[in-house]
Each structure stands twice: as structure tokens, then as C-alpha cells.
């Protein structure tokens, strides 16, 4: 079965970067869209950005675009969220999916496998 663990979430300040990666095992990414969502406290998931199969096309949320790059190492199976200048509404929880189509704009449910999620908390 195909598994997703993240790692790599904590507490920064403003302007400060992150690196959260997931880790996927029981397939190979490649047989993936992979995707960054975020949850906040009593708000919706969201989405974050996509990457596409090939690691050839990406796309991201408006609200991160310019301060967040999706990429992904193929030898490692591995997916990362690099966030630079971050800003305080960038505090959720951050999940990694998979899917089997991409979007530019993806919802939650077009996603079939969800990691259990890392913590970011940015302080002001």
C-alpha cells in the first residue's frame, strides 16, 4: 500500500524557512500527482501546490506563489515543500497527498492518499 510520512514542520519566525519533505513508499512518485494542502484551526483545508508526474509542471495557491517551490528527488521518493519568507497565516497543518490527475487548482478530494501531516508554526 502506498504510504506518505512527513517530517520536517516546526516553529519559525517571520521570514523564516521551512523545509517539510514526504517520504512515499509502496510505489514510486513518479505513478503520482503530489500535492501540499494546509489546515488551519477552524478553517478548510487548502490547497498549497501540485507537482506533476514527471516533476515537469507545478502550480501553487496565490497566497504562497513567490515564496514556496514543490520539487521532488526521484532516487529518494521523496517530495519536499521548500517555504521561504514566511508569514504567520502560513501557521497550519501541512499534509502531503497523492493523486492520479493533475490540477492547477486542486481540491482536496481529487487526492487518494494523505500523510498524517506536519505541524508549521510561524510566529510574529
Known amino acids: 500500500q502506498v504510504q506518505l510520512v512527513e517530517s520536517g514542520g516546526g516553529v519559525v519566525q517571520a521570514g523564516g524557512s521551512l523545509r517539510p519533505s514526504c517520504v512515499v513508499s509502496?510505489?514510486?512518485?513518479?505513478?503520482?500527482?503530489m500535492g501540499w494542502f494546509r489546515q488551519a484551526p477552524g478553517k478548510e483545508r487548502e490547497f498549497v501546490a501540485t507537482i506533476d508526474w514527471r516533476g515537469m509542471t507545478t502550480a501553487y495557491a496565490d497566497a504562497v506563489k513567490g515564496r514556496f517551490t514543490i520539487f521532488k528527488n526521484e532516487r529518494k521518493n521523496t517530495v519536499y515543500l521548500q517555504m521561504d519568507g514566511l508569514k504567520p497565516e502560513d501557521t497550519a497543518v501541512y499534509y502531503c497527498a497523492a493523486g492520479n490527475y493533475y490540477y492547477t487548482h486542486p481540491t482536496p478530494n481529487q487526492f487518494t492518499n494523505w500523510g498524517q501531516g506536519t505541524q508549521v508554526t510561524v510566529s510574529s
Open positions: 509502496g510505489t514510486t512518485i513518479r505513478d503520482y500527482v
